[in-house]
Nanobody, 128 residues
Framework: QVQLVESGGGLVQPGGSLRLSCARAGFSLAYYAVGWFRQAPGKEREVISCIDSVDDITYYAESVKGRTTISRDNAKNTVYLQMNSLKPEDTAVYYC?????????????????????WGQGTQVTVSS
């Protein structure tokens, strides 16, 4: 059952930018840590970023560090993933997931089965 809704995916040229959004009506994401994952064809799903629910501590995978920013707007109940300098290898389906009351500093990075809610994914294609 889809609990979160991702948007913002699409086709972009190498070097371009996209901002993905993760939103949910019905409960406040302010109390949830939100992770962004991606799954490329033929590959396992990987976590690329996470923002926690306590101090907005963030995590970035090495593959996206320096090119990606995760942020939240509690007034809009939305978490964003700004991706710049996109590469063809960033092509994947991107998912967001939320877990309640998760402190990255004390609890580490959530595993996939720690998350309470998932979105259905949004396709990002980086190609000229």
């Amino acid at each position: 059952q889809v609990q979160l809704v991702e948007s913002g995916g699409g086709l972009v040229q190498p070097g371009g930018s996209l901002r993905l959004s993760c939103a949910r009506a019905g409960f406040s994401l302010a109390y949830y840590a939100v992770g962004w994952f991606r799954q490329a064809p033929g590959k396992e799903r990987e976590v690329i970023s996470c923002i926690d629910s306590v101090d907005d501590i963030t995590y970035y995978a090495e593959s996206v560090k320096g090119r990606t920013t995760i942020s939240r707007d509690n007034a809009k109940n939305t978490v964003y993933l700004q991706m710049n300098s996109l590469k063809p290898e960033d092509t994947a389906v991107y998912y967001c997931a939320a877990v309640h009351s998760w402190n990255l500093a004390t609890m580490g990075l959530p595993r996939e089965n720690d998350y309470d809610y998932w979105g259905q994914g949004t396709q990002v294609t980086v190609s000229s």
